[in-house]
C-alpha cells in the first residue's frame, strides 16, 4: 500500500515511521513533511490546496490519505479526496466541526448527555464585555469559536486579563463563549471511530505550558508521556462509555457520522471527568507516545475506520511506557530563528526514536524550521526507564537556542526532576 500523510510535525513524520515500521506501507509520502523524510518521499504541496493534493495521490499512485492536522478537515479535505474516489482518514467537514467550532461541540455534548464544563455563549464583543463586568468568580475561562491556531482559549485569572483577551482577541461580531473553571488535572483520550464503532487508545497526558513546573506560556505541548496513570482502566472505560461513544452516537443521530480520532481533552476532579475539548485528530505530542506501543498495524484501523468495519478490531497496546520530550527553538512560542543547524542526530542510540517537526534539509545538512523542533522518544518496560532514556540522550542533539522541559511525566513520578 501506498500513503500521503498531510501534515509537516512529529506527529505527521511518528504517523509516517508507523505505518513502514509495522508493514502495513510499503511507501509513505509525507505533504509538506518535514526533515525527517527522506527528500524523495516529501512532496511540496500546499495542504490547503485540495486539487494540488489529489494530483499528487494520482502521480504517486497513493492508496490511501491520512490527515494530521485539524485545518485540512475543518476546511473539508476528505469529503473532496472522497468524491474523487480517493480514500482519506479523518471526519468530514461537517463532522470536524467537533473542533472547528466550540459551541457545536458544545451543543453535541450538551444534547447527548456528554460531562463537559457549564459555559454561557455571547456574540459580538460587546455582549461579552457586559456579562464580564457581572462576572465576581476568577479565574473562568475565555473561548473563541473557530480554529485559532492554539490562541482561542485564555484562562483570565482577573478582570484585567478577561478584558485584555476579550479586546485583543474577540472579533466584533465573533461568537465567545465563558466557561466555568474546573481545577483539576488534565488527559488526553483518543478514541478511533468508522462512524459506529469507537476502539480506545490509552491515555496519554501532554505538557502545554513551555517550562518546567508547568510554568510559562501556553505552547503546542512540550511533551507527553503513556499511559497517563490518572486514568486507570476503570476511568478509560468511563472515558468510553460517557464521552466517546455517546458523542459517536450522537453525531450518526445527527446525520453527521464520525470517522476518525475523536481526541477528548478531559479534565479529572475527583471522580468527576469533564470534557473539555474535542479534537478530530491525532494528537500532537500524544502520538509520538500512543503509535510507539500500539500493538495493531496503523494501516489495518485507518482502513477499517474508513471502511466501516471496526468492529472486528481490537486496540491493544504494549504495557510499557512511552515519553517524549521536545525540543523547542529559543523564544518559542514568541518569536524564534529558523536556519540552525542541528547536531548530533547520527549519534543518538537505536533505543531512542527522534520524530522530526520543525526541520527542514539545506544543502543536505538539517537545519531549524519551526518552533517545535525534533521529539526525542522512548519507549521501555517502566516509565522511570524510558525518561532515563531520554533525558539520558537528549543533549547529544545540539542546536543553537535550543530548549526542552526536563520534567515530562512529572505527575506520573510524583517526583521532581533533577536539573540539566
Ligand atoms: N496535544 C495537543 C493537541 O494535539 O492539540
Redesign the pocket.
Known amino acids: 500500500m501506498k500513503y500521503l500523510v498531510i501534515g509537516s510535525g512529529g506527529r505527521e513524520h511518528c504517523l509516517a515511521w508507523r505505518l513502514l515500521d509495522d508493514g502495513s506501507a510499503a511507501e509513505v509520502y509525507v505533504a509538506p513533511g518535514n526533515g525527517g523524510i527522506e527528500d524523495r518521499f516529501r512532496l511540496d504541496v500546499n495542504i490547503s490546496n485540495f486539487p494540488a493534493l489529489e494530483h499528487a495521490c494520482i502521480d504517486k499512485n497513493i492508496d490511501v490519505v491520512v490527515v494530521g492536522p485539524e485545518a485540512p478537515l475543518v476546511d473539508g479535505v476528505v469529503d473532496y479526496l472522497t468524491e474523487k474516489k480517493i480514500p482519506a482518514f479523518g471526519p468530514t467537514k461537517k463532522a470536524a466541526m467537533l473542533e472547528g467550532s466550540k459551541l457545536f461541540a458544545k451543543q453535541i455534548m450538551e444534547k447527548y448527555g456528554v460531562p463537559t464544563a457549564g459555559h454561557r455563549d455571547f456574540t459580538g464583543q460587546d455582549s461579552v464585555l457586559r456579562h464580564l463586568k457581572t462576572v465576581k468568580e476568577f479565574p473562568i475561562v475565555i473561548k473563541l469559536d473557530g480554529l485559532a491556531a492554539g490562541k482561542g482559549v485564555c484562562v483570565a485569572a482577573n478582570p484585567d486579563e478577561a478584558l485584555e483577551f476579550v479586546l485583543s482577541s474577540a472579533k466584533e461580531d465573533g461568537k465567545i463563549f465563558l466557561e466555568d473553571y474546573i481545577f483539576g488535572e488534565e488527559a ?1 483520550v483518543l478514541g478511533i471511530s468508522d462512524g459506529d464503532h469507537v476502539e480506545t487508545f490509552i491515555a496519554a497526558q ?1 505538557h502545554k505550558r513551555a517550562y518546567d513546573g508547568d510554568t510559562g506560556p501556553n505552547t ?2 512540550m511533551g507527553a508521556y503513556a499511559p497517563a496513570p490518572i486514568i486507570d482502566a476503570a476511568k478509560l472505560r468511563r472515558v468510553r462509555d460517557e464521552v466517546l461513544i455517546p458523542t459517536v452516537r450522537g453525531m450518526k443521530a445527527e446525520g453527521i457520522p464520525f470517522k476518525g480520532i475523536l481526541y477528548a481533552g478531559v479534565i479529572l476532579q475527583g471522580d468527576d471527568i469533564k470534557v473539555l475539548e474535542f ?1 478530530a485528530r491525532f ?4 502520538t509520538q507516545v500512543l503509535l510507539p506501543l500500539m500493538k495493531n498495524r496503523l494501516g489495518d484501523i485507518i482502513g477499517a475506520s474508513i471502511n466501516g468495519t471496526l468492529s472486528r478490531h481490537s486496540l491493544k497496546f504494549e504495557r510499557r511506557h512511552a515519553i517524549t520530550v521536545v525540543m523547542a527553538s529559543g523564544g518559542y512560542p514568541g518569536d524564534y530563528p529558523k536556519g540552525k543547524p542541528v547536531k548530533g542526530l547520527g549519534d543518538v542510540s537505536d533505543r531512542i526514536l527522534v520524530f522530526h517537526a520543525g526541520t527542514k534539509t539545506e544543502n543536505g545538512a538539517i537545519v531549524t524550521n519551526g518552533g517545535r523542533v525534533l521529539n526525542i522518544t522512548a519507549a521501555a518496560d517502566t516509565l522511570e526507564e524510558a525518561r532515563e532514556r531520554v533525558y539520558g540522550e537528549i543533549d547529544v542533539i545540539t542546536f543553537e537556542g535550543s530548549f526542552y522541559r526536563k520534567d515530562i511525566a512529572h505527575r506520573a513520578l510524583k517526583r521532581p526532576m533533577s536539573s540539566k
Open positions: 488526553s501532554d503546542g505541548g479534537n494528537g500532537d505530542p500524544e
